[in-house]
């Protein structure tokens, strides 16, 4: 079983960037799919990037298409959120979350296909 935990959340002005990082307990970081979703308040959890197991295929949420980098390195068993011009709407909970696949290429966009998640940092954007 994996844990991950999340950091890397702040407080940042519109327009700045932030890096989140997701560490991984588990020696078998590689046979895991990662993603990031975030919360705000009063709204459901939305997918933001995925991952494949390799780090060869990634997928973007729309809302952050363009401006966030999700990114992982297998030997430090970390994944990474760059987010580049960061708006008061990003503001949210952020949350990694990992699904043991067998398929290497392939990338999860439903919060549903994870089975391990880590318990948020927060990133608030003020304008």
């Known amino acids: 079983q994996v844990q991950l935990v999340e950091s890397g959340g702040g407080l940042v002005q519109a327009g700045d960037s932030l890096r989140l990082s997701c560490a991984s307990s588990?020696?078998?970081?590689?046979?895991?799919?990662m993603g990031w979703f975030r919360q705000a308040p009063g709204k459901e959890r939305e997918f933001v990037a995925a991952?494949?197991?390799?780090?060869?295929?990634?997928y973007y949420g729309d809302s952050v298409k363009g401006r966030f980098t999700i990114s992982r390195d297998n030997a430090k068993n970390t994944a990474y959120l760059r987010m580049n011009s960061l708006e008061p709407e990003d503001t949210a909970v952020y949350y990694c979350?990992?699904?043991?696949?067998?398929?290497?290429?392939?990338?999860?966009?439903?919060?549903?296909?994870?089975?391990?998640w880590g318990q948020g940092t927060q990133v608030t954007v003020s304008s």
């Open positions: 979350a990992g699904a043991i696949i067998l398929d290497g290429g392939a990338v999860l966009r439903d919060r549903w296909q994870y089975n391990y």
């Open positions: 991952i494949s197991r390799s780090g060869g295929s990634t």
């Open positions: 588990g020696r078998t970081f590689s046979s895991y799919a």
